[in-house]
């Protein structure tokens, strides 16, 4: 029978994410793995298929997000001239999805592209599997649940670690998801 991989990631050390709080998210992630597998073999409610199939999947786009050290968007990149041209500004668009990232509750501020009608799209995903958006290609993802940020910000840090996280950034991982999804 098929099963998943949990997928290993090389995040070096980040500003403001601690290790302990990598090494923690990443069990995390290994859960999804295992209980996306489990549901699979029936060992688990196939209710929670899109939960946990999601939250794998999510973990996975954040994590690659984060290898291999900060890297700048570069101002002749594709993904940069797309969301101008969409957003009026880099800077808009970052306000914009800074702003759907401090969303209350539990989620993820999301950047997908619509190959249908090839543009770009910001949202929030309730939890994780509330509000995916089908046929959509994540490009960029950020997670809002406590477990991503609590242990280092406590929760009055939420925008701290927002700041963080796109100082952390590797924009070479964001622009290769962006040209995957819009060839």
């Known amino acids: 029978m098929f099963k998943y991989d949990e997928q290993k990631f ?4 980040l500003k403001g994410i601690s290790k302990k709080n990598i090494e923690e998210h990443l069990k995390l992630y290994a859960g999804y793995v295992k ?12 209710r929670r298929i899109g939960f946990e ?10 994590f690659k997000s984060l290898e291999g050290g900060p890297k700048a968007l570069s101002d002749i990149s594709i993904l940069k001239k797309a969301i101008t041209e969409q957003f009026e500004s880099f800077d808009k668009w970052l306000i914009t999805f800074k702003s759907i990232a401090l969303t209350r509750g539990v989620g993820w501020a999301m950047l997908y592209y619509d190959p249908t009608v090839k543009k770009l799209i910001n949202t929030w995903i309730d939890e994780q599997h509330l509000g995916q958006l089908n046929g959509c290609q994540l490009i960029l993802g950020i997670d809002m649940w406590e477990h ?17 996280f796109f100082a952390n950034l590797n924009w ?8 995957n999804a819009s060839k």
């Open 172 to 179: 070479d991982v964001i622009e290769e998801n962006y040209k």
């Open 35 to 46: 209980n996306i597998n489990d549901t699979l073999e029936g060992k688990q409610d196939i």
């Open 148 to 164: 991503a940020f609590i242990y280092d910000y406590q929760p009055s840090g939420k925008k701290r670690y927002i700041e963080d």
């Open 10 to 13: 090389n995040i070096p050390e």
């Open 53 to 62: 199939f999601n939250g794998m999947r999510n973990h996975e786009y954040y």
